[in-house]
């Protein structure tokens, strides 16, 4: 028998697992608002150079007019951003006349920024435009490192010391994190509070799928996975109504940054994984968490009838041969391991590369970037809905390496539109994004399902490490579009093609049990193997682990 035949004794689906993943996706809808959240506390207001200091008098008699004859406009009519004319040219006040060969110089004495929309950000504050644009794109390239690094610290430590330690960690560093990017008032330090919020991100969200899934039973790990990518997808909705209603940069800040503390509250409440207890030897308080999920799902009985014997009975099979195991060489020392931790690789690489390219920077499709939040927001949703019908009803497989291919051709067709048709742009944009960001959720789970439980952690940690360095990659490919504007979407689209091939390696996972060990698992590998030559003369490179 397996440990998830001792879950569905005590209740399977029940109050408790639904009471349990409501308290874990809740805080991962507000992290979400984190990732994104530059595209509103780092927008770039239109703007111009300000008024040398000794014509202070002659701007305020006639803004308008001084305007016109100081700063040069650009090729779409518009203020020049970056650049102003030495002297003021008032030929330019007359009609039909124009200035050819004036000596121009850069904004020495700063610049005017549009406040209408945005009443503060730290483009505005620190003026990071014209030359200093780079660092706006810095700042959220150390975002995405201190991602980077959690994954790789947290995707650790979680294996070594359980799910929840390095969780209740997380809510706790990102609410101090967070509300101090609010307090502080220079952009090193913005930068790097911003880092260690960014740390938290893999802490939160490999850790809280890690329960969610360990302590479900295996029916119902397909939807409560999906509504990991629901309450995401919520998050920007509510990143966008927040931004709409709190426009200054550092309210914003604040307001999604607090609720962690109260996150950080009530998760000392939440039981640690019995199945990592069970595997680190700790079976009396595996025991007694089970007993509070009994207890909960209305099964006190069962739950009192638990003994180290019978919870033996149900997982002798799986942890007889368990090593605790720590070293990313585990991830490659098998055959079956090694297999899945090369294609995950590229998976989630390209999956990341592809989805924050698209996401990161909402300005560029220059329709309002509220609306924009919201319809990559909303066109998530039935993207979603339809990918949790399939990996239920198709499968893990098919259903991620559909969406990666889609998502792929999607995004190379968006270069054929031309960018005066901005709505069509969009809203195909919108699309891939969709089909994107529901591959992505389901690579979450389908990861968790491939990996056994004694470095699921590790190897979640590991490939997630993979996701961060296409997330750093994304402004990269996005900056060879000053050399041919075909490259982006070339290398998104084709990468994205890439990952939904390598998903074809991978074995089915739908409706199977969860692996314990490293050696269960080589053991499916050798039996699928024998069925394959078994049944038709030759290995055929795909294999099931039902069989």
């Known amino acids: 028998m397996a440990f998830t035949d001792l879950l569905d004794a005590l209740g399977g689906v029940g109050r408790f697992q639904l009471v349990y993943t409501a308290l874990l996706l809740l805080p991962c809808s507000l992290l979400a608002c984190h990732n994104f959240l530059q595209n509103f506390t780092a927008a770039v207001p239109h703007h111009h150079c300000r008024s040398p200091a000794n014509h202070t008098a002659a701007a305020t008699n006639d803004s308008g007019a001084w305007l016109r004859a100081t700063v040069p406009l650009d090729r779409l009519g518009s203020p020049e951003p970056c650049q102003r ?15 050819h060969r004036a000596a121009m110089e850069g904004c020495r004495d700063g610049w005017v920024y549009d406040h209408s929309i945005f009443p503060s950000t730290i483009v505005m504050e620190w003026d990071l435009v014209c030359e200093a644009r780079t660092l706006r794109d810095l700042a959220q390239s150390i975002y995405m490192a201190g991602v980077l690094v959690g994954a790789a610290v ?3 430590l979680a294996d070594r010391l359980g799910r929840k330690a390095p969780l209740v960690w997380s809510y706790l560093q990102l609410g101090v994190s967070g509300a101090a990017t609010a307090y502080f008032g220079s952009f090193s330090a913005y930068c790097i509070f911003r880092f260690l919020t960014g740390m938290t991100f893999s802490g939160i969200i490999l850790n809280s799928l890690s329960l969610v899934v360990e302590w479900m039973p295996a029916r119902g790990r397909t939807v ?7 309450s995401f997808t919520l998050g920007q909705l509510i ?23 109260i996150f950080f509250l009530y998760s000392w409440w939440l039981p640690e994984s019995s199945r990592w207890l069970l595997l680190h030897g700790k079976s009396q308080l595996a025991m007694q968490n089970l007993r509070r999920v009994a207890v909960m799902n209305g099964r006190k009985e069962e739950g009192e009838r638990l003994t180290k014997e019978v919870v033996s009975s149900y997982i002798q099979s799986e942890f007889a041969s368990v090593h605790t195991s720590n070293s990313v060489l585990d991830l490659f020392r098998t055959p079956a391991i090694r297999k899945v931790t090369c294609c995950l690789m590229v998976v989630w690489f390209s999956n990341s590369l592809a989805y924050y390219g698209l996401a990161m920077d909402l300005q560029k499709f220059g329709l309002s970037v509220y609306l924009v939040q919201v319809l990559f927001g909303v066109i998530d949703i039935p993207a979603m809905l339809v990918a949790t019908t399939t990996m239920i009803y198709v ?3 098919a259903t991620v390496a559909s969406f990666l291919i889609l998502a792929g051709l999607m995004v190379i067709a968006n270069m054929f539109v031309t960018e005066d048709m901005q709505t069509l742009r969009t809203a195909q944009a919108a699309l891939g994004k969709g089909c994107l960001a529901s591959s992505f959720i389901c690579v979450y789970l389908f990861t968790g399902e491939l990996y056994p439980t004694e470095i699921r952690q590790l ?13 750093l990659a994304a402004p990269l490919v996005t900056m060879l579009g000053e050399f041919s504007a075909v490259l982006p979407p070339v290398g998104f689209g084709a990468t994205s093609i890439l990952a939904g091939l390598a998903i074809c390696f991978l074995a089915e996972t739908r409706n199977v049990p969860l692996v314990e060990t490293i050696e269960a698992m080589e053991r499916r ?23």
């Open 154 to 156: 947290f995707g650790s």
């Open 224 to 230: 409560a996975g999906v509504l990991l990518g629901y």
């Open 239 to 261: 990143l966008a109504g927040a931004a709409y209603l709190i426009r200054p940069w550092r309210w914003l800040q604040l307001a999604v940054s607090v609720p962690f503390l």
């Open 395 to 397: 499968g893990r497989r």
């Open 85 to 99: 004319f030495t002297e003021p040219q008032w030929a330019l006040l007359s009609p039909n006349t124009s200035v």
């Open 459 to 471: 190897g979640m940690g590991f490939v997630s490490v993979n996701a961060r360095l296409g997330g």
């Open 525 to 547: 590998l050798e039996l699928a193997l024998h069925s394959d030559f078994h049944d038709s003369g030759k290995y055929t490179g795909c294999y099931n682990w039902k069989n």
